[in-house]
């Protein structure tokens, strides 16, 4: 049996493009980046309060990546999702939906490069 989650793979075209968005947008840091056996180029990154990592992976051999409509998203806990969304907005990235109330607080949806969601969440305090 399985003990934890160690990472998320999400394979896009535009590496640079795509690791640029989740530090300079969402703050998450950049924890290895290196080449596979096979020649994917993989950086994993970790938001600052997270031990699972995200891993980014450009592998062009394997074809043009297509993101289907709600297929599959991260979800991130923000403190405060309006300063987060005018954050977002000025890097070119503004709400994609939301926000909306939840019994739990308030989330809202931002489209990461190449059309993958991002979810963020603030809980109420």
């Known amino acids: ?13 535009d590496l640079e493009k795509t690791i640029s968005f989740y530090k ?5 840091e950049e ?6 056996p ?3 180029e993989l950086v994993f990154l970790k938001a600052p ?9 450009s592998y062009p051999a394997s074809g043009p990546v297509v993101v289907g409509p709600d ?6 806990e923000v403190k405060d999702l309006e300063t987060f969304a005018k954050h977002a907005a000025s890097k070119g990235y503004p709400l994609s939906d939301g926000p909306t109330k939840s019994s739990s ?3 809202a949806f931002i ?6 969601e991002i979810e963020l969440i603030q809980y109420q305090s």
Not at 31 to 36: E, M
Not at 111 to 116: I, Q
């Open 111 to 116: 489209d990461a490069p190449e059309g993958y």
């Open 105 to 107: 607080g308030v989330f």
């Open 38 to 40: 096979r020649g994917s």
């Open 71 to 76: 297929l599959t998203h991260l979800a991130f």
């Open 31 to 36: 924890v290895k980046r290196h080449k596979s």
């Open 1 to 13: 049996m399985v003990s934890k989650l160690l990472h998320t793979r999400y394979r896009v075209t």
């Open 24 to 28: 300079d947008v969402l703050g998450l």
């Open 49 to 57: 309060e997270s031990e699972e990592l995200i891993e980014i992976c």
